[in-house]
């Protein structure tokens, strides 16, 4: 049980170093979130103790220690380092409202996964957590999940597309280097620089060349997998979806960019279908989109906003039932409002 505390209105970001992180209480400052008062937690030992900023205050990243987690009124989970899964449990155990964003999988099989723009949009998808009440405090059980960009993306777009019945839709992401944190900032920083010198390059995330090139997947080296990637996001949609609209079929390729997500889309409905309804239908879904004369979104033109940016539906040119969809957003920013939407609906029931 959690034990009684004096900091019932605290907020925890554990992997406030991480770029996530960072993101996060960025826009938990800019919201002015009710009751504003940060704890910075983090396990990567370079970022403990480091002085930090948060609410307009001096403070510490500190290192984890689950004890801390006790009287916290929200625990915002950003990292999906090494005891990531041990700290959603402690958090959830210590009572607190917790909110996994972290760019993999789920941490706890059993959270409930949440898009405030499909909720806003399509209340019959809205989730209602179950709040129960101990030693004073409300808290969330199970724990509530904010899904990665290419998961709210799929998501969004089956939704969004539901009432015009498509038959098939595939997704394409590229993925950004900033999805692997820092050091995957820093190798495609330095491989741009080393082979514009004509030198040769380091790959010790990849174990890939990632500069000016595309990849569908990494070294055999490297720690992270493209594939499980695409077979994580494919579940996590999947289990969303629960078959009321259709489960898109996604492929992930890596990017030579910094930040920012973008996809192509490919959507056949069976039938000849109107431009100007699809794009409705997205609209509907809290996506903007572009008008046919306006350049097309890209990674950059996102940057600093949270919505899902597209252009203007585009038919096929062999098959007249179907249309090709681009789009881009900046990845970090869209969850950490998300994540900061969700708990202002929390703190609100």
Not at 33 to 52: K, M, N, T
Not at 167 to 172: E, F, G, N, V
């Amino acid at each position: 049980m959690p034990r009684p505390s004096a900091k019932r209105n605290a907020i925890a970001i554990v992997g406030a170093a991480t770029l996530l992180g960072k993101e996060l209480k960025m826009v938990l400052e800019d919201r002015n979130f009710p009751g504003l008062d940060i704890d910075l937690f983090d396990e990567d030992s370079e970022a403990i103790g480091v002085l930090a900023e948060a609410a307009g205050e001096a403070t510490f990243v500190r290192g984890l220690d689950e004890e801390d987690f006790h009287g916290m009124g929200i625990v915002f989970l950003a990292s999906s380092g090494a005891r990531a899964a041990t700290s959603a449990e402690s958090a959830v155990a210590s009572g607190a409202a917790v909110i996994d964003l972290n760019p993999r999988g789920p941490l706890l099989a059993d959270s409930l996964i949440r898009i405030p723009n499909i909720e806003k949009s399509f209340p019959e998808r809205a989730f209602t957590p179950s709040v129960a009440t101990a030693n004073g405090g409300a808290h969330l059980s199970p724990m509530v999940r904010v899904p990665s960009a290419p998961v709210t993306i799929a998501i969004t777009l089956s939704t969004a597309l539901a009432k015009l019945a498509p038959s098939r839709i595939a997704i394409t992401f590229f993925p950004p280097v900033s999805e692997r944190g820092q050091p995957g900032i820093d190798e495609l920083e330095t491989q741009t620089t080393r082979l514009l010198a004509l030198q040769p390059i380091v790959q010790p995330l990849f174990d890939a060349q990632v500069a000016f090139n595309l990849n569908s997947r990494f070294g055999a080296e490297s720690k992270h997998n493209l594939g499980k990637t695409r077979d994580e996001a494919a579940f996590e949609i999947s289990r969303y979806l629960g078959g009321q609209a259709i489960t898109p079929a996604v492929q992930f390729i890596q990017a030579p960019v910094f930040y920012g997500y973008a996809f192509s889309a490919f959507a056949d409905f069976g039938l000849a279908t109107d431009g100007a309804a699809i794009a409705a239908a997205l609209r509907e879904a809290g996506i903007k989109i572009e008008n046919a004369a306006a350049a097309a979104p890209t990674n950059i033109s996102v940057a600093d906003d949270s919505a899902i940016h597209m252009a203007a539906p585009a038919s096929d040119t062999i098959s007249p039932t179907a249309m090709w969809l681009w789009g881009a957003v900046d990845h970090f920013r869209m969850a950490a409002v998300s994540a900061v939407r969700v708990a202002e609906s929390i703190l609100a029931q």
